[in-house]
T-cell receptor, first 118, second 112 residues
Framework: AQSVTQLGSHVSVSEGALVLLRCNYSSSVPPYLFWYVQYPNQGLQLLLKYTSAATLVKGINGFEAEFKKSETSFHLTKPSAHMSDAAEYFCAVNPGVIGGTSYGKLTFGQGTILTVHP | DTAVSQTPKYLVTQMGNDKSIKCEQNLGHDTMYWYKQDSKKFLKIMFSYNNKELIINETVPNRFSPKSPDKAHLNLHINSLELGDSAVYFC???????????FGQGTRLTVV
């Protein structure tokens, strides 16, 4: 079974500071990994995805994430936070193909609320 | 030009009623999903359809019945609504089963 753990339900940073949101996963097979962002009263928007190509993945709005198989991690970073980054961030795993069967099921972490202070 | 659209955005109804949420995607995707986000913002898959065929039914009560009339539409009908059904329901679609999912804006269902 797949699972995702996001360390820290709330992260607070100052504008211009580094953003680091942590995500660890468990999967019985090499997974596909995603980060989504949710602004208040809105749907989820894809930030970036890892699908077994380059381990360092660049996404929208200056975010990037690094897949580390040895640490089963997929942490999200941004060098300099902006006020508009304040939102809730979700890490998700898709197990891909298991035993010849393709599953589209995304398993989400609990979410991390990012607050950005002026 | 909305990619995945759901209607209605808000739905307030009494216990015991039956209600439907509609979802349409104009991305040409083969796969569509319903996810439920509870009051603690936890997201969990309910159903997935691939080419109108049910692929995943994630131990959802029988009161929930998805219907996919064609690849671009996946509706969710809920019978005998209960207080615990109050949540935000998200429709999503993806090109195929393992690619990224695109989400609608959500339907906030409140059962009173």
């Amino acid at each position: 079974a797949q699972s995702v753990t996001q360390l820290g339900s709330h992260v607070s940073v100052s504008e211009g500071a580094l953003v680091l949101l942590r995500c660890n996963y468990s999967s019985s097979v090499p997974p596909y990994l995603f980060w989504y962002v949710q602004y208040p009263n809105q749907g989820l928007q894809l930030l970036l995805k890892y699908t077994s190509a380059a381990t360092l993945v660049k996404g929208i709005n200056g975010f990037e994430a690094e897949f580390k198989k040895s640490e089963t991690s997929f942490h999200l970073t941004k060098p300099s936070a902006h006020m508009s980054d304040a939102a809730e961030y979700f890490c998700a795993v898709n197990p891909g193909v298991i035993g010849g069967t393709s599953y589209g099921k995304l398993t989400f972490g609990q979410g991390t609320i990012l607050t950005v202070h002026p | 030009d909305t990619a995945v659209s759901q209607t209605p955005k808000y739905l307030v109804t009494q216990m015991g009623n039956d209600k439907s949420i509609k979802c349409e995607q104009n991305l040409g995707h083969d796969t569509m999903y319903w996810y439920k986000q509870d009051s603690k913002k936890f997201l969990k898959i309910m159903f997935s359809y691939n080419n109108k065929e049910l692929i995943i039914n994630e131990t959802v009560p029988n009161r929930f019945s998805p219907k996919s009339p064609d690849k671009a539409h996946l509706n969710l009908h809920i019978n005998s609504l209960e207080l615990g059904d109050s949540a935000v329901y998200f429709c999503a679609s993806s090109q195929v089963l393992n690619t990224e999912a695109f989400f609608g804006q959500g339907t906030r269902l409140t059962v009173v």
